[in-house]
């Protein structure tokens, strides 16, 4: 298990190194960077900005001493300074940051618990008129744009029964105390269910196939053999090992809810960080960009190697190589 | 004669999606018929309700919604499919390097797989997008660049599996050359889960297309593209509640009719082949 630990640890270095690589390259697609020199006036940054560019990352150096003196930087946690406020990158991240995790926190909680019951006893019984209903809508939800999936509950929820504000994270004068608590609700309703079906679509199909596979085993049939109730087969047979895949992609999920925040936090006015990642890529505000782009693939390769130790820790095949 | 074996034992649902796959495409061949329509400008009639005149409404400057959304069509569809090819072929391109050759070669493709996989798409989308010149190659190419790690990953694990099979030995120690096993012997068999993959990636790179194009950093305009129209219909939520419905229905039929497909694809090129 230790070794199993330290080579997953090793791999995730050159990863690491990898991704600072990429996040470096999103730098030179910059206008008044080395990679873009004739881009079109409108897209261009001000003098000032270009200016401030070249300054701060040292762009008229050879690019090896630019990348090394950036991740000097970086590995100093010191991320720099908005373009735009001229506060530093960290603070606006820490505003937006506590947002972003409501909202994510929320749609993941809702996704895995309502996935997971879904998933088990679509797979339980195949072929089911349940399984055939849950599997149809499942697989519409897949297919379901998020922004046009956000329009058409706002038109329903907030235009037509007015029953939920349109955006916002609160009223402008919201009420102290049980009130401003449900006013807070209302408003997190609407995008939280946009961030939800996605995920929540994913990972119970993953869990249905998974369940549905393992139900025809041999030790599901061995644990009905015993007498074992066939909820009991399911849940604690099938299910254990329909959840290994779930595990393995956890990390992964990461990445596709914070694509998804950009849109939702965009379309209900949401000031998390998807908003901020948005508002930095049209205000060519670099710095923020950088960091986003690099915290969060670096919070994603942590989510993935805790997500590769847990799933050794419950399988004993992955840690001896066998499978994975 | 393989296609036509292919197309008889898709499940009735991957039938009625191609039906529907072809019948969108048709109606882009078509959507040239609409473009005048789709253009005229009349404020009198501005943001009017489905009529029989106007069966999906007008949008903000006048102009009818059911010729936009046809003659968008052709944008969305095509997009979506060139892009979907560009990233199946750097995938698979990437993919089949790291699994054929192994060693070292898949040590640092695997890591450049995994880098991708941890980026948000929609981060690295939005950069290449806003940054680039504003064009349908732009868009093009950052679909391809963005998600062709999952396709890698994919076509890795495919090529590993069949290059120890028995006919890829026998090209080997025939001295056949490695580009020829790869192309001649590998790729046709990594083809039935490769096409899966690519149905797979058209009605994912349509929503990317979409979603660029809503956020304002898609397609420039004059080309008008299912995502585009939508990015009117936050302006108008309150008076005209189909200027969201009815691209989003076109972009969601479709995107549902490849997911459908691949799936019907999917369960006849596994059938019969053991886990």
Redesign the interface.
Known sequence: MIVYVARRLA?AV??LF??AV?VFL?LH???GGPG?GG??AA?RVSGKAAEEMRRLYGLDRPLPEQFARWMGRVVRLDLGESFVDHRPVSERIREALPHTLALNGLALLFALGLAIPLGVLAGGSPESGFDRASSAAL??L???????AA??L??LF???LRWLP?YGTASDAAPAGLAGLADRLAHLALPVTCLTYGTLAFVARLVRSGVA?ARSSDYVLAARARGASRARAIWGHAFPNALLPVITLAG?LL??L???S??VE??FAWPGLGRL??DS??ARDYPV?LA??LL???A??AA?LVADVALAAADPRVRDGAVG | MRIRLFASRLPLSGRVAAAIVAALWLVALCSPLFAERARTIQLDVRLQAPSVAHPFGTDDLGRDLLARVVAATPISLAIGLVAATVSLGIGFAVGATAGYFGGVVDL?LS??I???????????L???A????PSPVTVIVAIGLTTWAGDARYARTEILRIRELDYARAARAMGASTPRILVRHLLPNALPPLIVSAAFGV?WAI?AE??LS??G?GLPAPAVSW?GI?SS??NW??EA?WI??FP?LA??LT??AY??LA?GLRAVTTEGRS?
Request: proline share 7%; charged share 10%; net charge negative.
């Open positions: 791999l050159p990863t990898g991704i990429i999103l697609l910059a206008p873009t881009a079109d897209r697989f519409a897949y297919s379901l744009p998020t922004f046009w329009l058409l706002q038109t907030a235009v037509q349109l596979e992964l990445p596709a914070l694509s998804g950009v849109i965009r379309i990642y948005f890529i049209l960009i986003l782009s969060s693939a670096v994603t390769l993935t | 640092v890591r450049l995994e880098v991708m996989l941890c980026f948000p798409v929609l981060f690295l939005l950069a290449l806003a940054f680039l010149p009605g929503l979409a979603a809503f956020l950093v995502g939508l219909a936050p939520i309150e509640w969201a419905l989003g972009l969601f995107v549902a997911n459908l799936e886990l």
